[in-house]
């Protein structure tokens, strides 16, 4: 497992988000298209799709990427396989709607990209990748919205507390966070619902586990739903 110093890695990351991404002036934001406010969508049908990269394959990218600025995504293997097994069923948890997906070996020849600039308001556009291949179908369903996820990243890290007085030792503290770029596309009318940039972590007492991945993409769903057209699962 990849286990870093925490100030070393948040310096990191922040300084590659800040200088590589083409982000809005928010390193973190979340953005719905106004005519969707105050119109939320029950019983929706929604595909959550693998990370994009993946969709597009990895050879392709830079054809589609070009000059553009691209940070991309640091996962490992295993996480990645954390996020297709429980990011679509934390999105059904969160939403009103029939969800279907995360499927990673979902492949549609005719799914096509364009790697283009979405204005926000007043703020300084991102890059995001717009579908371009017309109304998608999945397994012969034709979603109302479909859930792109552009970048995933995962790090770990620990922190390590010297202890003084009587017992002396030290503890330790993990920390487990997730950023993700995301798209809500509504497939029917075909143009952009919301979309944003997410960091949530959690700090843990032992080394991550499958609960501690599946405790920071529940609040990453949360998040997507509620800044959404989508209605949000009331408990």
């Known amino acids: ?27 973190f934001f ?18 959550v799709m693998p990370i994009t990269a993946h969709l597009i394959g990895l050879e392709n990218l830079e054809s589609i990427v070009g000059d553009k600025p691209y940070l991309g995504g640091y996962a490992s293997k ?33 799914l096509s990209f364009a790697y283009e600039q979405v204005h926000l308001n007043n703020e300084t556009p991102v890059y995001m990748f717009i579908p371009q291949s017309g109304v998608i179908t999945y397994r012969d369903i034709v979603p109302n919205f479909v859930l792109f996820f552009d970048h995933f990243r995962c790090y770990k890290s620990v922190e390590e507390t010297s202890i003084v007085g009587v017992g002396m030792g030290s503890s330790r503290r993990y ?3 997730v950023d993700v770029e995301y798209l809500l596309w509504d497939n029917k009318n075909q ?19 499958k609960n501690a991945y599946i405790m920071v993409l ?7 739903v509620r800044k959404s057209p989508l209605a949000f699962r009331q408990l």
Do not use: W
């Open 30 to 47: 979340q953005y719905m298209k106004p005519e969707y406010k105050g119109d939320k969508k029950f019983n929706a049908t929604v595909v």
């Open 1 to 27: 497992m990849d286990i870093r110093l925490i100030r070393k890695t948040g310096l990191i990351i922040t300084i590659l988000l800040m200088l590589i991404s083409g982000c809005a002036s928010s390193l």
């Open 78 to 110: 295993s996480d990645i396989e954390y996020f297709n097994n429980y990011m679509g069923a934390m999105i059904a948890e969160a939403v009103v709607a029939d969800v279907y997906g995360i499927d990673p070996l979902y492949h549609n020849d005719s």
């Open 191 to 209: 143009k952009i619902a919301s979309l944003g940039r997410l960091s949530k972590e959690r700090t843990l007492l032992d080394t991550p586990d």
């Open 175 to 177: 920390r487990i966070s």
């Open 218 to 224: 529940e609040s990453v769903a949360k998040s997507i």
